[in-house]
């Protein structure tokens, strides 16, 4: 079964850092962009940062910009998110996208979008 699985969320204070990662697995042979995403409490889900399939272009969200770090590895169909000076209003539930995920379904190649199940980030004032 194919999936994208989260980790590193957690509580922190404000100005401190989490890492969070997001690895990929099942019967992939190739993934397009993928990203972070986040849902605050009542809000709607917006976009934190993008990366293309080979990681030439990345794109952030206005209010993290200069804060995160976004990064893949191909190698191991792994991504990350490195935010550092986090704020309150970054708490949120924080969710890996994949888009074109090529997998291989009865011999016959298919292209997904696929969502993990989110990590929550708690950034306390």
């Known amino acids: 079964q194919v999936q994208l699985v989260e980790s590193g969320g957690g509580l922190v204070q404000t100005g401190g850092s989490l890492r969070l990662s997001c690895s990929a697995s099942g019967a992939i042979f190739s993934i397009g962009e993928m990203g972070w995403y986040r849902q605050a409490s009542g809000k709607e889900r917006e976009m934190v940062a993008t990366?293309?399939?080979?990681?030439?272009?990345?794109n952030y969200t206005e209010a993290v910009r200069g804060r995160f770090t976004i990064s893949r590895d191909n190698t191991k169909d792994q991504l990350f998110l490195q935010m550092d000076n986090l704020k309150p209003e970054d708490t949120a539930v924080y969710f890996c996208n994949a888009k074109d995920l090529g997998v291989i379904d009865q011999l016959t190649p298919k292209y997904l979008e696929l969502w993990g199940q989110g990590t929550l980030v708690t950034v306390s004032s």
């Open positions: 990366i293309s399939k080979r990681g030439a272009t990345t």
